[in-house]
């Protein structure tokens, strides 16, 4: 079956860093993809990666191991704003996207 | 503004009757797609459509109905709802050419069968 995990909730205070990490078993890899939701709203797109590495968004980082099925979303400098669910997504061979449950953030003071 | 709007807000409906949600992209997307999100599961596709005039199943189709007459509307049918179809149903487009591009969401319609 299809698989992707997240951790269900992270904790995180204000100005810090923090990484959210993803792994994922899919029938084929077209690309993971992150979104943001905050309470009560749609999700909105953050990142896309299908090549190995880091790629780097302002205070928004995303990093993909094709091999290990792995990827992370790391945060800086973090802010009150950033308190929301992140969503972790992968296009699998269909190119369908198979949705994490999503991790939620909590930023405190 | 160019988006996706999603009617109605929320709804509450009994069981047993029919209910369409709609829902309209003014951004001439190609492709549109149908989701629900419950808690502590990720987004679900219910049905898609890659061009006007075609439809296909998503993962969890059974007891919905889709069209798409034109680019722009669509409509998201249960035909005799069910309280296992209260969750929140969101409608979302992308350009379509590639096959990964970056979809965007309406704001969702709440639905409680009772």
């Known amino acids: 079956g299809q698989n992707i995990d997240q951790p269900t909730e992270m904790t995180a205070t204000e100005g810090a860093i923090v990484q959210i990490n993803c792994t994922y078993q899919?029938?084929?890899?077209?690309?993971l993809f992150w979104y943001q939701q905050h309470a009560g709203e749609a999700p909105t797109f953050l990142s896309y990666n299908v090549l190995d590495g880091l790629e780097e968004k302002g205070r928004f980082s995303s990093f993909l191991s094709r091999s290990k099925g792995y990827s992370y979303l790391l945060l800086k400098e973090l802010q009150m704003k950033d308190s929301a669910s992140y969503l972790c997504a992968v296009a699998d061979s269909n190119y369908q996207l198979i949705w994490g449950a999503g991790t939620k953030l909590i930023i405190k003071p | 503004i160019a988006g996706i709007t999603q009617a109605p807000t929320s709804q509450i409906l009994a069981a047993g009757r029919r209910m369409t949600l709609r829902c309209t992209q003014d951004m001439r997307h190609n492709a549109m797609y149908w989701y629900r999100q419950d808690l502590g599961l990720g987004l679900r596709l219910i049905h898609y459509s890659n061009t006007a005039g075609t439809t296909g199943k998503g993962e969890v189709p059974d007891g919905y109905s889709v069209s798409r007459a034109n680019t722009d509307d669509f409509p998201l049918t249960l035909a005799s709802a069910v309280p296992s179809q209260t969750s929140v149903y969101f409608c979302a487009s992308s350009d379509g050419l590639t096959g990964t591009d970056t979809q965007y969401f309406g704001p969702g319609t709440r639905l409680t069968v009772l």
């Open positions: 899919t029938s084929g890899f077209n690309g």
